[in-house]
């Protein structure tokens, strides 16, 4: 850390990866997907293995809709490119830039679960209980692991960007917001497949 | 800040017994922390060791009333699942947190605060799990827990297992991406991968699985928590439930996690049988080459585990076609030793007859395993106790006798004194004498067909005598390990004070620094030449390993009581869930309290990301000082 | 001096070069990862006249293919520095891969 201070960190192209903490933190984040990766594998293993199994139950087709899951996905796809202007904000030490594109993308998770939080109350309201069957235990976690992990995102990225306005981008904060992006990122990547999965196939039955 | 770390001594010897706990609690170096790991893995060793000594007990005779029934199946759960979770794999961590940073020339791990966070995860979740004792009953179902039986048919203590191995879990999978980025980013200058020692390499692998292995566990463990807990359906048939994806996801966790003990054990042998014969280890490339590829067939096995559920004729010849593969690979690996050894100066220190003593057994072991894989055979050894004998050759005879290995080879350099040679030697000999005598009568019991965890069997079934011949055995090992904390008091009283290079013959980089090292490890970043390049420049008739930087100011990370508190945060949260299942009354009291621990957890990261530890530097005269005087 | 100078206006003409070539890339991404979920949707919404598989077939397809577009370009795994980053992540995508397999093909009933 004591050596950063002789350079100008403006000059540096990559203040996420300068210092030898911030290459750690890096690395370690991916290694972390990677684990992260696995985990929402077996759920969606799990999922896919209890589908059809709605006891008595109501079925994914007589569930779901396009236009609802439709809109979740395009919020869930802008916030993610807001999380890229961010960092690519954030590299080019623009800091009310870099704050304004996060909490756009902390607005846009918050919509995301708002949506997600009317869609399970609808889905109780017409008689699927987190109980009612396996399809609709395994459907609850999968889909409520991944709100949770939206959750932990806002609250995070709300974190560091109130502590921003004090810190400032520095080669100790860089590596935060950078992973904190990666990690957004992340959680795009997984609703792909949940809505291609859970909600595209669910819809096309069997 | 020099002023203020001698003012902070002078304070800390003044206040006793509580500054020597708050230093244990809130430390981040890896070597406090590998003695954390071994004091805490080794306690759950005597608590696993003394309930194998009751199981032994009740089986000595026939139709023994000793421990009856649920009991029984408590003892024989809360072995497995201490032995696996709470002792091997947390002396594996002691061994990987003592050594790898040394061996590659770091300073320091690459998340101390995340290496402290995961030691206090795992002691604590086992204390969750060993509380289940005095708390309504211990976990009865089995280490593997299988469903239904533990989410439908077995009280509270099942709540014992989910949360206490997910805490514990959890801090593992910390521990592992510590110890994968230390190994790929805080290599000295000279060290490639390809000079790396083998005990790094099979870390940097074991911490791969790890990765990949215990997401799995994570998720099988929720799901069985939700469906004893919330009441869920993943294994409830009754609404659609389906029980064999527990088994699948156990086993895709529980065969890599077979791997994750044995490499490293693997890699101890290697440096110790290598220093031992006083010999470069034979066949480096291909002992790499070998482990990584046991780490990988190790994801496309677990189906062996479950070949008697039925799942057809293809998926069974697939996976024992793949599990019989992995013979190759293990048998390269024996060979090499082999061969290191021949020619060799053989010095039988207690560290290398442990090495040498595993060699046979865990090939006796890997024989069983293969015989095991063809899926024929295996209807008849499943569930019987050929499977037994089998996986205690491997893990007993593989990673315990690994680890004994390196304990003694270790302990100099954890500690800077040398475990009395005498005592280790009979601590050898009885405990290898006794582990034979324990599980090589079991194949026979396991072939006369005893199935495995029964409490009792009948005098006239041809049993008797080789149940008492195992009993028998398993003092010799109780012995053994008596013997052990005997010569371990004794040494710390007043054993010899180490070398540096403790046993004279040191290839490694550990070796070139002093025993024990001082707190920045190497007072300068070592250049490394090439495999065992401490080794290397002393054949050049240099004490010391050159250096790549000049002496100058190191910085060192703030200890820090965070993750202690995180941890003790999650236990509650661990212990709200477990008596919300308890009692209905008390249920949404319990519920908040597992809800305050959870938000207790989230508040202290909080304070974590806000408070940037600016740490403190070692000035270069302080360094000086320290080197002198471990001269 | 003189050199110095226009050294630094070279250096800052390629970094705005740069600038201007990534902030393509991720628009170009994102308009094609709209489209990739929007072909999806339209895909399962006229369900009626086209086969399942194929459709199946064709919505995991785009799920793949937005997702190479998301880790490559928004998480930046083209750059350099990301041989491990990749590495394991791919490592974790295989075993998902082994899990997934067997959950639809050996959990016994089905």
Known sequence: ?206 | MTANAHALAAYNQRKGFLSWLWTWLSTVDHKRIAILYLFGGGLFFVIGGIEALLIRIQLAVPQNDFLVGSTYNEVVTMHGTTMIFLAAMPLVFAMMNAVVPLQIGARDVAFPFVNALGFWLFFLGGIVLNTSWFLGGAPAGGWTAYAPLTTEFLGTGSDFYLLGLQLSGAGTLMGAINFMVTIINMRAPGMTFMRMPLFTWTSLITSTLILFAFPPLTVGLFLEFFDHIFHANFFNTAKGGNAIIFEHIFWIFGHPEVYILVLPAFGIISEVVATFSKKRLFGYTSMVFATVLIGFLSFMVWVHHMFTVGLGPMANSLFALATMTIAVPTGMKIFNWLFTMWGGQIHFTTANLFAVGFVPTFVMGGVTGVMLAVPSADSQYHDSYFVIAHFHYVIIGGVVFGLLAGLFYWWPKMFGKILNETLGKITFWTFFIGFHLTFFPQHFLGLIGMPRRYFTYFPDEGLNTWNHISSIGAIGMAIGAIVLVINIVITTAKGQKAAGDAWGIGRTLEWSIPSPPPEYNFAQTPLVKGIDTFWKEKMEGNKKVTPAEPLGDIHMPNPTILPFLMSIALTIAAYGFIFANQTSASRPLCLVIAAFGIGLMLLLMLIHSIKDDPGFHYHKEEIIEIEKGAE | MDTANRQSEMLDYIAKQRRKRDLQHYWVSFALMIVFTVLAFLAVYFRKSINDYLIAFFIVTMAVVQVIFQLYYFMHMKEKDHGFPALFLYGGAFVVFVTVLSFVTIVWIS
């Open chain 1, 1 to 206: 850390m004591s050596g950063a201070n002789h350079v100008d960190i403006r000059t540096l192209s990559h203040p996420e990866t300068a210092t030898l903490e911030g290459k750690n933190k890096f690395l370690g984040f991916w290694f972390f997907l990677g684990g992260e990766t696995v985990l929402f594998g077996t759920l969606f293993a799990t999922f896919i293995a209890l589908r059809n199994r709605v006891a008595t139950g109501p079925s994914s087709q007589e569930l779901f809709s396009l236009p609802l899951t439709f809109l979740s996905t395009i919020i869930l796809l802008v916030s993610s490119l807001t999380s890229v202007f961010a960092v690519l904000a954030m590299k080019e030490y623009k800091i009310r830039q870099m704050q304004l594109w996060f909490w756009l993308t902390v607005v846009l998770g918050l919509a995301f679960l708002g949506l997600e939080i009317t869609e399970f109350k609808e889905y109780v309201h017409e008689g699927l209980g987190y109980t009612t069957s396996a399809f609709s235990s395994s459907f609850y976690t999968l889909v409520g692991t991944h709100g949770c992990h939206v959750l932990f995102g806002v609250l995070w990225i709300s974190a560091l960007m109130i502590q921003s306005y004090k810190k400032g981008i520095t080669t100790v904060t860089a590596p935060k917001y950078y992973v904190s992006a990666l990690y957004w990122h992340f959680i795009d990547v997984v609703w792909v497949f949940i809505f291609t999965i859970v909600y595209l196939l669910g819809i096309l039955g069997g």
